[in-house]
């Protein structure tokens, strides 16, 4: 059981990875800094609500990945003989 929650963990960090360094979350801080520099209230609220959204979307997706991994297995852990 240890296993298959470190390899969920793991899962999840990479999930946590690959968001943060996704196009996604790039385009929301740039929005965010240029709309905090140049920008009126309106459009730099709006910015880091776009921000705010997309870490918090990234954040579900890993903690989604790291129970699924748990629920229903993974290939890279031998479940045999584990309860779930």
Sequence with gaps: MIEIHK???????????QGLGGSATATALTAAITAAVGAGEDTARNALIALAAT?????????TAFWQGVAYGLPEVDDAGNDH
Excluded: E, P
């Excluded at 390899?7 to 990875?17: D, N, P, V």
């Design 7 to 17: 390899a969920a963990l793991t899962r999840a960090y990479r999930t946590l990875a």
């Design 55 to 63: 870490l918090g979307s990234t954040i579900v997706a890993s903690f």
